[in-house]
C-alpha cells in the first residue's frame, strides 16, 4: 500500500476517506491541525499529502511553504468550492494538484494516481529509454526527476518535472493548455482550470532565462505555451 498523509480538521471526512482510499490501496494516516501536518509530512513516511487549506494552529498555506523548503513530496491541497484564490495560491506555493471540497472520492483516486504514475514513470519506462533531457543549460534526469540547471539543482516538484518534461520534448512547438493538462495532469482541462497555468508561472520563475537572458517559455495568449529554441 501507498503511505498518504491527509491533514484535515474535519473528523468525519477523515473517517471517511481512511475507509475508502484503503479499498484503493492506500493506507492513510490522519492528522487534524497544521503544526502537526507539517511534522508529519517531513517525516520521511509518506509518499502523498492531502492537505486542506483551513486547519487550526497552521493553516495549509503555511504547512504548505513549510514542506516545500524541504521536501519535494507530491501535495493535493482540498479548497472550499468555488474559492479560485485559494486553488491559486496553493498552486503558486507548489501544491501538484487541488481539489474543490464536497469532491467525488473517485475523482481524488484518479488525481492520487496520477501523480504516482508521474512519479513512477521514469523506472516503468521501456528498455532504452533516453535517462536525460538536455536543452540549452537545462539537464533534466528523467531517473530521478532532478532538474539540472548551469549544473546546479533546481527543486521542481513532480507535477512541474513533469510539465516542463513534456514542454521540452515538444520544444519549438505549440503545447495547447488542454494537451498539457492531459499529458502532465493526466486529466481533461475544465472551465477555469488553471492549474497548468500556475505550474508554468512557478517553472519560470525557478528555471528563470537562457544564458544570454531570452525567455524559455512563451505564451500563446489562448492557445497554450511551448519552450523557445534557437
Do not use: W
Not at 500500500?1 to 468525519?12: G, H, N, S
Not at 496553493?90 to 469532491?103: N, Q, S, T, V
Not at 508521474?118 to 543549460?137: A, F, N, S, T, V
Not at 516542463?164 to 493538462?181: D, F, H, I, Q, S
Request: hydrophobic share 40%; proline share 3%.
Amino acid at each position: 500500500m501507498i503511505d498518504v498523509l491527509l491533514v484535515d480538521d474535519d473528523l468525519e471526512l477523515c473517517e471517511l476517506l481512511v475507509e475508502f482510499l484503503r479499498t484503493e490501496s492506500f493506507q492513510v494516516s490522519a492528522v487534524h491541525n497544521g503544526v502537526d501536518g507539517a511534522e508529519a509530512a517531513l517525516s520521511g513516511q509518506f509518499s502523498m499529502v492531502l492537505l486542506d487549506v483551513t486547519l487550526p494552529r497552521l493553516n495549509g498555506f503555511d504547512v504548505l511553504r513549510t514542506i516545500r523548503h524541504k521536501s519535494n513530496i507530491p501535495v493535493i491541497m482540498l479548497t472550499a468550492r468555488g474559492d479560485d484564490v485559494d486553488r491559486i495560491v496553493g498552486l503558486e506555493i507548489g501544491a501538484d494538484d487541488y481539489l474543490a471540497k464536497p469532491f467525488n472520492h473517485r475523482e481524488l483516486v484518479a488525481r492520487m494516481k496520477a501523480i504516482m504514475r508521474r512519479m513512477r514513470m521514469p523506472e516503468e519506462g521501456e528498455r532504452g529509454r533516453r535517462r536525460q533531457l538536455q536543452i540549452d543549460d537545462l539537464v533534466l534526469n528523467l531517473a530521478n526527476h532532478e532538474v539540472l540547471r548551469s549544473g546546479q539543482a533546481v527543486d521542481v516538484t513532480a507535477t512541474e518535472f513533469t510539465v516542463l518534461k513534456t514542454l521540452v520534448e515538444k520544444a519549438g512547438e505549440l503545447v495547447t493548455r488542454e494537451e498539457l493538462t492531459q499529458l502532465a495532469l493526466n486529466r481533461r482541462l475544465t472551465l477555469h482550470d488553471r492549474a497548468i497555468d500556475m505550474h508554468v508561472s512557478n517553472l519560470r520563475r525557478k528555471i528563470g532565462s537562457k544564458p544570454d537572458n531570452r525567455p524559455r517559455l512563451k505564451t500563446v495568449r489562448g492557445a497554450g505555451y511551448f519552450y523557445i529554441v534557437d
